[in-house]
């Protein structure tokens, strides 16, 4: 397992006890993968501030009360990219310039509880996914709207249900706009699609992976098998799993162990032994040592073009990573009683405010 090595870190001017939980590159984007020279990052954190640095990790602006406890943090744009989209659980989606750190647009939700959020410009569309207050039944609804005309929605899936639902947004009507419906068992922590594929993953807040494949519009052709890892706990040697992580075009899964200080990104291989053939790559993890001591590491990004790796944390903290000597990252281009508290606490929280 290849180590990295830590070449700098800032605690990112939050208050004590505060956690970050999303970084982003700001540079411009050609597609899902493949982006320019990042030369800015941007973060949100618990103390519901949007911060941005250099790449060097020194401070670039920060634009405090971003949203009331806010959720949320996107790319609004990707050419030229100068604008990012937060939202929170006050029900607002607000769009910032981040040259002048100023508000250019806010989009008031029919709904609060904001816990997801997608924009793209190109084609004026913000989506967003409302957060179940209760651990029941309770529908999650999800808004769109048209960017040019943000006073309403223009549409409106209001009976969700927790399951994965692939919707064709062409279509008004729920019903008709339902494509898709995944179950993958447990509470969903993280979900999307295979890029550049159509393959859609799901993780569970209970450190569960499956696979599953885009049903096909031919009625007659059968569903692939989804691929169902379950716990991979055992299998990663981790106690949490971050999220999905692309370093280039390479799927990756991003895994921590914080009693033991570590965080491993480990490659994803699809073979060819079915459409849904997906394996780790254990031989070619990637490890963090030291991460972000006991704290849980909530993101990551990996610039490909000088081959580093940005990580931030529940301890405040964003710190930077690049290949040891004795290394390289493969990029395709295209212990007491305190401490086990500590843990628990962890475990039970650390998927707030998703």
């Given amino acids: 397992m290849a180590p990295l090595r830590q070449i700098s870190s800032a605690d990112a001017g939050l208050p004590a006890g505060s956690y970050i ?40 602006g920060v634009i405090a009360n971003a949203n009331e406890n806010i959720t949320c943090l996107e790319r609004a744009n990707d050419a030229p990219s100068n604008v990012v989209a937060t939202a929170g659980r006050d029900g607002l989606v607000r769009f910032w310039d981040k040259r002048s750190k100023q508000k250019v647009l806010e989009i008031q939700s029919p709904h609060k509880l904001v816990s997801a959020l997608v924009c793209d410009a190109e084609n004026n569309f913000v989506a967003a ?29 209001v009976d969700t249900d927790g399951l994965i ?8 009507d729920e019903d008709d706009a339902l494509y898709q419906v995944v179950n993958h068992g447990s509470a969903i922590a993280h979900a999307g699609f295979m890029y550049p594929g159509t393959d859609i993953y799901a993780i569970g807040t209970d450190e569960t992976v499956s696979f599953f494949a885009l049903q096909s519009q031919k009625e007659e052709e059968e ?6 890892w379950g716990d991979v706990r055992a299998g990663l040697g981790c106690e949490y799993v971050v999220d999905l992580a692309w370093v280039g075009q390479q799927a990756c899964v991003a895994a921590g162990k914080h009693s033991e200080n570590l ?32 704290e849980i590491v909530r993101d990551l990004f990996t610039d490909t073009h000088t081959n580093t790796t940005y990580t931030c944390g529940e301890d405040g903290h964003i710190r930077a990573w690049k290949p040891s000597e004795e290394s390289t990252m493969d990029v395709d281009e295209g212990s007491g009683s305190a401490k086990k508290r500590r843990k628990d606490k962890k475990e039970k929280a650390r998927f707030k405010p998703y």
């Fill in 129 to 157: 996914g409302i957060e179940n207050p209760e651990d029941g039944p309770t529908s999650s609804p999800v808004y769109i709207w048209d960017q040019r005309s943000p006073a309403a929605p223009l549409r409106s899936y």
């Fill in 263 to 294: 965080l491993n990104l480990t490659p994803i291989d699809k073979g060819t032994n079915g459409p849904l053939d997906y394996s780790f790559d254990l031989d070619k993890s990637i490890s963090f040592p030291g991460a972000h001591s006991e």
């Fill in 165 to 172: 639902n692939i919707f064709d947004t062409s279509q008004a």
């Fill in 21 to 60: 939980y999303k970084i982003i590159s700001t540079a411009s984007r050609q597609d899902p993968l493949t982006y320019s020279l990042t030369d800015q990052l941007a973060c949100i954190s618990s103390d519901d501030s949007l911060r941005f640095h250099s790449t060097d990790l020194q401070p670039d």
């Fill in 223 to 228: 569903e692939p098998t989804p691929k169902v």
